[in-house]
């Protein structure tokens, strides 16, 4: 493997939202916006929006900089919140429950797209069953690097968990969708690196937040580099952790690794 100058790497992402109305009702997001995974909405300058079940779905361009990166977000937080009516906000929650006569049209009720992997069992992850009216939010990471091959990307998979997974144990409270997605590992491997696709969009709740997941990632490059013949001696409390939603192991981790925590990390979003 390779040691990666962190000046090169680039840093996307494509999280899934909620809208609510003012009694905090699940709106569909296709009442407002358009678009699909294989044919989203181009805003321009890398820019994207997209309907995925009833979520509205964004991307963004890839990023060199923590605050790029947060500006990239708030630039499309901002698009959202202008096109909708004011009585339409979004609502940055990992799970909800949608009242049943909004989930009527054929689009509330696909799910899945393209099979993901898990970077630590080295195999497709079983597609979840949800709750009927259950629906969840990914806030899924991307990271390019150059000469970027599988058995790296592997590599670092299984670190994001370290540097950003175990961590969301703390921050996110939301239990309810890492029965369904966000396992430990989760993944796509893309021909630029990879998809971290472990996290909700729990990041995304304010500017240190969507920071600090931003620098987590420079802060795993950097444990890499330093590291290149890490064996992963916590596999199994990682997975555990995470898969879990084990507090405990959580916390025994971060001390073990002295990992970065956000500033208030007690405030739960």
């Known amino acids: 493997m390779q040691k990666i100058n962190k000046n090169t790497v680039t840093i996307g992402a494509d999280p ?12 569909p997001s296709e009442e407002y916006f358009t678009g699909s995974k294989n044919k989203p909405v181009d805003l321009g300058d890398g820019f994207q929006i997209l309907c995925d079940n009833v979520m ?9 900089t923590a605050q790029e990166f947060s500006s990239a977000h ?3 937080l901002n698009y959202i919140e202008e096109n909708t009516p ?86 996110d409270s939301d239990v309810k969708r890492r029965t369904m997605y966000g396992k430990a590992g989760c993944c796509r491997f893309k021909n630029y690196g990879f998809e971290y696709r ?21 802060n795993m490059l950097e444990f890499a580099n330093n590291n290149m013949e890490f064996t992963f001696p916590d596999a199994k409390e990682v997975q555990q952790c ?27 979003v």
């Open 242 to 268: 995470i898969n879990e939603s084990n507090v405990e192991l959580a916390e025994a981790i971060i001390q073990k690794y002295n990992i970065t925590m956000p500033i208030l990390v007690t405030e739960k």
């Open 86 to 171: 004011e009585y339409i906000s979004v609502d940055v929650s990992a799970s909800k429950t949608f009242l049943a006569d909004k989930l009527l049209s054929q689009k509330a009720k696909e799910f899945g797209c393209e099979p993901d992997f898990s970077a630590w069992t080295r195999s497709t992850n079983t597609p979840p069953n949800p709750e009927e009216n259950l629906r969840s939010c990914g806030g899924h990471i991307h990271v390019g690097y150059e000469n970027s091959n599988l058995k790296q990307s592997e590599f670092y998979i299984r670190l994001m968990d370290y540097f950003l997974g175990v961590p969301s144990v703390l921050i």
């Open 56 to 64: 509205v779905e964004y991307n963004i361009p890839p990023t060199a």
């Open 198 to 218: 472990t996290l909700s969009n729990f990041w995304l709740k304010n500017d240190k937040l969507r920071k600090w997941a931003f620098n987590q990632v420079h």
């Open 16 to 27: 899934e939202l909620f809208l609510v109305n003012e009694n905090g009702t699940g709106i």
């Open 74 to 76: 708030s630039k499309m």
